[in-house]
């Protein structure tokens, strides 16, 4: 191929130059690195990209590879062509019009193009080389005569008078086209280890490149999840703070109604004693001493709790009694001393009244609202910082397999272990101590004593099932081995499209029907925590149960219809 066809053949569809730095698209077109970046931001947020030459279109943005053999071919041409116009040699007899010289002679030193080299002499003396412009550079400095041999001891090339007469003489000798194939030889040696270290470091550019767009591409999908993590966390503060200020305000009313009860009752109280006192310095006021022992002679003077109210109608009817003696006119001491002896019984207080009072003011006034503000808010950030640590927990899963021998005889054991399905035909398990006898369920044959994991099972979208932890001394007969129904395991269950978290049989139903079919469950064994996540997008929390863990603690399915997988599982994240 002629050079100026290979030069169009090596030109950007863009910018219409030689290639810099070529990259090729999925249709195979090449392209500058830079040319092709522009026009692909150009059509970004248009709905997809395409070719400029074929308009080819692609959905995502097309990966850029390097093409090295086109960069180097482009690099060779831009450089053969540079040095070509550099060093370019005219015919020194041309004069009229510049014609490109084909050889040099060096005793003429001259340049000669073809027309001029036919008729040039052709004797020995006349020595021709490829054309050049400086002709001193290819004679001896000191004999100036034209260089022939290159004294390999020295170094250098020399003359033939330097060989004979001159400081050479005795040196190894080599011609030059020998000396030139031998340093040829070399060059080449040199060559092919740049050329290795340069395709090493293409490739290193390549790696890093190709490194650099998956960072990029992690980040935008980092950038999308922790924008919707955070809107997530941002509704659950919203809704934690609601919470801890309903509370707040819910306690502050119910410690002021009890204080406003309690003030009513010490009011009343008060008004008791206001009377007794009345009624006390009415006896001590009275002349007759007869009249005073026998007021002091009625009875039990110290009164109960139960008996204020008696006493509050006894006194009304005394002081009724009181009232009509004054309307009749008799104002007789003695008369008023025996109207006053029924009520001398309620005179003296309890020490049982005064001690609850005390108890029930004191607890009043340093019960401090009675809401743990510091715990409620302690254990909403930490389900929050769970979910957090959850949800960015998303490397690929190890193997978790099922334990056959706890299997119910109505289980089938998947070959992988990983799958469990009901069957209406016995499977004819062999008796094992470990094996479930009332409920339909399953153990995991890994247990975890530490750490923090998670596992996933997808339920399939059945009406019916149960997963969860348990630990491994959970009964396997009877109806207290259900998942859940015990104090040694932890379940979410489904029946029927509606969800319960159970522990210890204590049902707590779930608000919001889980949308995917996949469940995870997340344990951190130190910090005592089981957490259930409905994976949907983004990850949504469902429920953390709080406890101290007193022994290891395996997976646990219940399969009443249908088959549940373990997807996977996550070891010590």
């Known amino acids: 191929m002629a050079s100026g066809d290979l030069r169009a053949e090596l030109k950007c569809s863009v910018c219409w130059n030689i290639y810099t730095d070529p990259v090729m698209l999925k ?57 070509e116009e550099e060093s370019r040699v005219f015919c020194t007899h041309c004069v009229d019009s510049p014609v490109p010289a084909v050889r040099s002679c060096l005793l003429c030193e001259v340049s000669l193009c073809d027309k001029h080299l036919k008729v040039h002499k052709k004797s020995p003396e006349h020595i021709l ?39 050479h003489k005795g040196h190894e000798m080599e011609s030059l086209d020998e000396a030139s194939e031998k340093k040829k030889e070399t060059l080449r040696n040199i060559l092919q280890r740049h050329l290795t270290k340069r395709e090493e470091t293409e490739e290193r550019v390549q790696s890093l490149q190709e490194q650099r767009r998956k960072v990029e591409e992690k980040a ?31 306690q502050v009313v119910w410690v002021s109604s009890s204080i406003l009860d309690f003030i009513r009752d010490l009011e009343i109280k008060k008004e008791e004693l206001s009377r007794k006192m009345r009624h006390i310095e009415k006896l001590c006021n009275m002349t007759d001493p007869l009249t005073v022992l026998q007021e002091s002679d009625t009875g039990d003077l110290c009164d109960t709790e139960d008996g204020d109210n008696e006493d509050r109608d006894e006194l009304f009817e005394i002081e009724e009694e009181d009232n009509e003696e004054s309307d009749r006119g008799d104002s007789s001491d003695t008369e008023d001393e025996d109207n006053a002896e029924s009520d001398t019984g309620d005179l003296c207080d309890t020490e049982d009244g005064d ?50 021998n706890t299997a119910h005889k109505d289980l089938y054991t998947s070959d992988d ?43 399939g979208g059945l009406d019916k099932w149960r997963v969860g932890m348990c630990y491994p001394s959970m009964d396997r007969g009877g109806g207290q081995s259900l998942i859940g129904c015990n104090s040694k395991s932890w379940g979410l269950y489904r029946n029927d499209n509606q969800y319960w978290v159970i522990h210890n049989s204590n049902w707590i139903p779930l608000p919001a029907n889980i949308s995917s079919y996949t469940v995870r469950i997340y344990l951190d064994y130190e910090a005592g925590r089981i957490s259930f996540y409905d994976l949907c997008d983004p990850i949504r929390h469902l429920y953390t149960f709080t406890t101290t863990f007193t022994e290891p603690l395996h997976a646990v399915l219940g399969v009443w219809e249908g088959c549940i997988k373990i997807c996977g599982w996550n070891q010590e994240l």
């Open 27 to 83: 249709c195979g077109h090449n392209f500058c690195r830079v040319c092709i970046d522009c026009v692909l931001d150009t059509q970004e947020g248009s709905g997809g990209y395409s070719c400029p030459v074929c308009r080819e279109k692609f959905q995502d943005r097309s990966a850029l590879h390097r093409n090295i053999t086109l960069h180097n071919i482009a690099e060779n041409l831009v450089s053969d062509h540079s040095d």
């Open 220 to 250: 935008a999908g980092d950038t999308e999840r922790v924008t919707a993590l955070f809107i997530d966390l941002r509704k659950r503060l919203e809704d934690l703070e609601k919470r801890v200020l309903r509370d707040i305000t819910g």
């Open 129 to 167: 080389c490829d054309p050049t412009l400086s002709m001193e550079s290819r004679k001896c400095s000191v004999h100036k005569k034209i260089l022939e041999y290159y004294c390999t001891e020295d170094e250098t090339c020399i003359c033939i008078s330097c060989c004979m007469i001159g400081g």
């Open 355 to 404: 001690n609850e009072d005390r108890e029930r003011h004191e607890e009043l006034l340093h019960d401090g609202g009675g809401l743990d503000v510091a715990g409620v808010l302690h254990t909403g950030l930490s389900d929050i910082i769970t979910e957090v640590n959850v949800y960015f927990y998303i490397q690929g899963a190890a193997d978790i397999l099922l334990d056959v």
């Open 417 to 459: 272990r990983k799958t469990v399905s009901r069957s209406d035909i016995d499977q004819n398990h062999p008796e094992t101590p470990e094996r479930f006898r009332f409920w339909p369920q399953v153990l995991s044959s890994q247990s975890f004593s530490s750490g923090r994991h998670y596992w996933e099972v997808d339920v």
